[in-house]
């Protein structure tokens, strides 16, 4: 069983930054692949940024690209999005998620694990 458990979230001005985190549990994290996921109100879930299992390869979403950095912490079973220049629709919920496959995938259905979610609100 795997768990996620992301944290960092808040409200922020526009402009300012957050970093989130995803602690994770279970044995198979240093090999999987990792993204970041978001859902605004009244929205369909997309697709933020996603990383290997190294953290030598990333993929982002147009609209977060150049702002947002995924990263990973292996040793300490942790994923990470930072998060600068933040804009009013950037607010959402995010999640973490985890996808037992082997090469970096935008589709949400190919996660099998995913967290609780974390409120990210930007005000403008």
């Known amino acids: 069983q795997v768990q996620l458990v992301e944290s960092g979230g808040g409200l922020v001005q526009a402009g300012g930054s957050l970093r989130l985190s995803c602690a994770t549990s279970?044995?198979?994290?240093?090999?999987?692949?990792m993204g970041w996921f978001r859902q605004a109100p009244g929205k369909e879930r997309e697709f933020v940024a996603t990383?290997?299992?190294?953290?030598?390869?990333?993929y982002y979403a147009n609209s977060v690209k150049g702002r947002f950095t995924i990263s990973r912490n292996n040793a300490k079973n942790t994923v990470y999005l930072q998060m600068n220049s933040l804009k009013p629709e950037d607010t959402a919920v995010y999640y973490c998620?985890?996808?037992?496959?082997?090469?970096?995938?935008?589709?949400?259905?190919?996660?099998?694990?995913w967290g609780q979610g974390t409120q990210v609100t930007v005000s403008s």
């Open positions: 990383i290997n299992w190294s953290g030598g390869r990333t």
């Open positions: 998620a985890r996808s037992p496959d082997v090469g970096l995938t935008t589709n949400s259905d190919e996660y099998d694990y």
């Open positions: 279970g044995r198979t994290f240093s090999t999987s692949v």
